[in-house]
């Protein structure tokens, strides 16, 4: 009967260990079990997306970009064209942020299982390269917590975007809190424009932070070179 005892309050002692070391790992940095599964998902859209730029510009889409005049508007039509092929749950580019340190690929869609991969382009947004603004939205404390330092974003940090078409680089221009109901900061602009969202606080979804950012040079290797495939 003690050693019975013994052994369960051992067994009841370490499932308590692992449940608080657990709770531990997700306050300071990310929730462990769901990461494992999201690091997979990212290894298989980093092998995607591979394929992916490789396929893409075809010949076909640099000579119709290279109608256009200048690099931006050149780019549009790269957009354009990458967007019509585009499919939900298929990686897009990677986005990489320097003063966060993350580097990972973006997933085109925004509902549980895109976000489970990787942080997703709103289908309902514009393509990076596109006029308007482009949204992407991310974990904060699951699946590999992309945006968990999102709130660290402040004026003059640089935002990368890195589409198989384009590298389009966005300078931060500010960041703030709003409800989960405003989609006024989707809204059309005059200017190309990244806005970046999570929940907030941590551990919670009351409300939205959010991080505006505004288009201040691109670049394509894909033209300068005459395209792939």
Known sequence: MDRAFHILSVTLITAGLVVLADVVATLLWEEPTSSLYASVQQHDANGRLDQIEHQFPAPADTRAAKKAHGTRKQVEVLANRFSKQAQDGEPIGRIVIPSIGLDIAVIQGTNTGDLQ????????????????????????????????????????????????YATLVYRVEDTKVVDPTDFHILHPTSYQRLVLTACHPLYSASQRIVAFARLDHVSSTALEEGGSG
Do not use: C, V, W
Request: proline letters at 15%.
């Open 117 to 164: 991969k990787g942080p997703g382009h709103y289908p309902s947004t514009p393509f990076p390269g596109q006029p308007g603004t482009a949204a992407i939205a991310g974990h904060r404390t699951t699946y590999l917590a992309p945006f968990r330092n999102i709130d660290s974003l402040h004026g003059g940090n640089h935002i990368r975007l890195e589409m198989p």
